[in-house]
């Protein structure tokens, strides 16, 4: 099968790209009339394909949320080819059979390279650790109990053991039960001002602190998910600095807001970690920029539309996030002169796939033909019933931003079209 992308900028460029059977076989200005396929790229950015290696796609159990099928069509809607999905369904992926069963299910249902992570302990919470060897032998991205903090230290550290003998990275939610008192958003004068419970940013970083520890102790690659506090990015550069191996996500959504922003008791601003302090916003961005934080990830976390409503105190966390992430980056970091395309594509794509091993984030000759093309400079407006996610929780809503998906390809094959769900 031969697919030729015509009219598309390639670093500012505009070229043809051959695609032979799911690669890439030739990126320049010739015309090939033997192909199979011809698509007019109609002078869109072609960019590598975008790497999340944090969504949730609820599936099984939590279906009426997300499902892989939706999960997977709006990764590809927004742009990425490979995800790295969590392992909090039901039933949570802590068996090898479970992991067999979801990567079975990855395989059938998702539109877009769907990898699977297993977790630390049985159930997220318990203190014993998982077979990490049998799961890594099946198949298994990594290993986390996303959704929740590892509270003992020696699960910690067994795991972090566990992960390095596997040469897998050990993905940590970072969060101390003992002081988040039951919480709904940052510990703050908003908060106060809403009378809405707190949670201390103590809570994120000293359970890092003590992970950062153990993480010198083993030498595993320790990567902290959705970082969001200044003290937090100070603890990561510090280890960087120090020569331990850790890595660290952050979320659009704690780039671009702050709790200063809640001004009403609004579901769609709850999630966990919450929108932290203007100052940690800074400090985020900062971070993501000197390099301490080295690339953005999702956090996809669909919910029902009741699960989303009423007051913060009763609404789930988490918001949607894959089909607005690259737009919502390229509009306020790129549009405003912040960084240029190249660096916004190191955060999204080639930095997440090579700190996790993935055969992704380049466009070159001989790699998969995962390729995403972008109308970048025509704005549109962030609309749900745009989106292919069960879930619309969305901050973001109403949102004039440019960076527009208009084509997916997967190994070479259509997963998004621009006006069709295929």
């Known amino acids: 099968?031969?697919?030729?992308?015509?009219?598309?900028?390639?670093?500012?460029?505009l070229v043809n790209i051959l695609i032979e059977d799911g690669k890439i076989a030739a990126i320049n200005n010739e015309e090939n009339e033997s192909v199979d396929q011809v698509i007019d790229g109609q002078k869109t950015t072609a960019l590598p394909g975008l790497v999340d290696v944090h969504v949730h796609f609820?599936?099984?159990?939590?279906?009426y949320k997300e499902d892989t099928e939706s999960g997977s069509k709006a990764s590809a809607h927004g742009g990425f080819t490979s995800v790295c999905v969590m392992p909090n369904v039901k039933p949570v992926v802590d068996t090898s059979h479970a992991l067999s069963e979801q990567l079975a299910l990855n395989k059938a249902k998702s539109v877009v390279h769907a990898y699977q992570y297993a977790a630390i302990s049985k159930q997220l919470i318990a203190y014993k650790t998982t077979d990490f060897a049998e799961m890594n032998r099946l198949g298994a991205i990594a290993f986390t109990n996303d959704g929740h903090g590892v509270q003992n230290a020696e699960t910690m550290y067994l795991a972090m053991q566990a992960a390095k003998e596997a040469?897998?990275?050990?993905?940590?939610h970072v969060e101390d039960d003992s002081l988040i008192n039951g919480g709904v958003m940052n510990e703050s004068d908003a908060a106060q001002k809403l009378g809405l419970p707190e949670m201390s940013p103590l809570s994120e970083s000293?359970?890092?602190?003590?992970d950062l520890v153990l993480a010198k102790a083993t030498g595993v690659h320790y990567h902290v998910a959705h970082i969001s506090t200044e003290e937090s990015v100070e603890l990561v550069r510090i280890a960087k600095a120090r020569g331990i191996n850790v890595t660290a996500e952050v979320s659009p959504h704690h780039l671009l807001l702050d709790d200063s922003m809640i001004t009403t008791d609004d579901p769609m601003m709850k999630m966990n970690p919450p929108l932290r302090s203007p100052e940690d916003r800074k400090a985020l961005i900062a971070g993501l920029l000197d390099g301490t934080i080295d690339m953005v990830a999702t956090d996809h976390a669909p919910h029902s539309e009741e699960e989303k409503s009423g007051s913060?105190?009763?609404a789930s966390f988490g918001?949607?996030?894959?089909?607005?992430?690259?737009?919502?980056?390229?509009?306020?970091?790129?549009?405003?002169?912040?960084?240029?395309l190249n660096q916004l594509i190191e955060w999204m794509s080639s930095n997440p796939a090579n700190l996790f091993h993935l055969p992704a984030g380049q466009l070159q000759v001989g790699q998969p033909a995962d390729i995403t093309l972008m109308e970048l400079d025509q704005p549109y407006q962030i609309d749900a019933n745009d989106f292919?996610?069960?879930?619309?929780?969305s901050p973001f809503i109403g949102e004039q931003v440019c960076g527009k998906t208009k084509l997916t390809l997967v190994d070479g094959n259509i997963a998004y079209q621009d006006g069709s769900e295929e």
Do not use: C
């Open 388 to 393: 292919l996610s069960k879930g619309k929780n």
């Open 167 to 172: 040469n897998k990275p050990l993905v940590a």
């Open 312 to 314: 913060m105190r009763d």
């Open 58 to 63: 609820r599936d099984p159990g939590l279906t």
């Open 319 to 340: 918001i949607v996030g894959i089909e607005t992430a690259f737009s919502l980056m390229y509009t306020h970091f790129v549009k405003n002169g912040i960084v240029n």
């Open 1 to 13: 099968m031969k697919t030729l992308i015509k009219n598309v900028y390639v670093n500012e460029e």
């Open 206 to 210: 000293s359970q890092l602190a003590r």
